[in-house]
């Protein structure tokens, strides 16, 4: 009834807000960390900068983990609204919380199940929204670690995880950006969307087994 979808609403901008406001807290704790001040968005230099680097990165990394816990109470409620885009989103912003918090074989199982729920409804799916969650996942999958997001810089040391089969090629056009080599517009072929669905479900296979043995660690 709309007296429940209005509730759910609430209830998603309110977990969706205290985990942006994390977000934005632990990336200013990561960029303290590396004396760039000048990028603080949230914090106060003069609150921090008596902390050592060690101290501002775990901070960087708690604050990660709550925003991620956030995140995920706000993706139950799209999850249960089928709200494709933002389900994507939610599940990319997790990845990279997870990311930035040293938790990279969640964060690339996060990253992958964006792109799995793309790939199951890529007529719904633009080109651009595609390359946003593959950007991600490049990051996550142990691409470049200095990347900055559009929240600041997330550098951090990556620890050695499975390599991933997974692999969406793009290619540069005449105008300088990235075009998936078949766009989502266009359509994603039958056989082009099994052989990435392949990869992905191998991926997940092998960050299942890195999560099992992580936990009889």
């Known amino acids: 009834d709309l007296e429940g979808i209005s509730q759910n609403e609430g209830y998603l901008t309110f977990h969706e807000k205290n985990a942006n406001d994390l977000w934005k807290i632990a990336i200013d704790y990561r960029n303290a960390s590396k004396g760039q001040w000048d990028k603080l968005k949230v914090l106060n230099k003069d609150d921090v900068e008596e902390l050592s680097p060690d101290k501002l990165k775990i901070s960087c990394m708690d604050n990660g983990m709550l925003a991620y816990q956030e995140y995920r109470a706000a993706c139950k ?23 930035i918090s040293n938790k990279f074989v969640e964060a690339q199982l996060y ?52 390599v991933l089969d997974t692999e969406i090629k793009l290619k540069d056009k005449t105008d300088n950006a990235m075009a998936l080599v078949r766009t989502v517009d266009q359509g994603i072929s039958f056989f082009e969307r099994k052989a990435i669905q392949a990869a992905i479900n191998n991926d997940m296979a092998k960050i299942s087994t890195e999560l099992m043995l992580k936990a009889d660690q």
């Open 77 to 99: 409620f799209v999850d249960k609204s089928k709200q494709l885009k933002k389900q994507v989103q939610l599940r990319g912003n997790m990845a990279l919380c997870l990311y």
């Open 111 to 162: 990253a992958l199940s964006a792109i799995q729920l793309q790939l199951k409804n890529s007529q719904n799916i633009t080109q651009q929204e595609f390359i946003e969650t593959k950007k991600i996942f490049d990051k996550v999958k142990g691409g470049d670690p200095t990347t900055d997001t559009t929240e600041g810089n997330t550098s951090v040391n990556i620890k050695e995880t499975n």
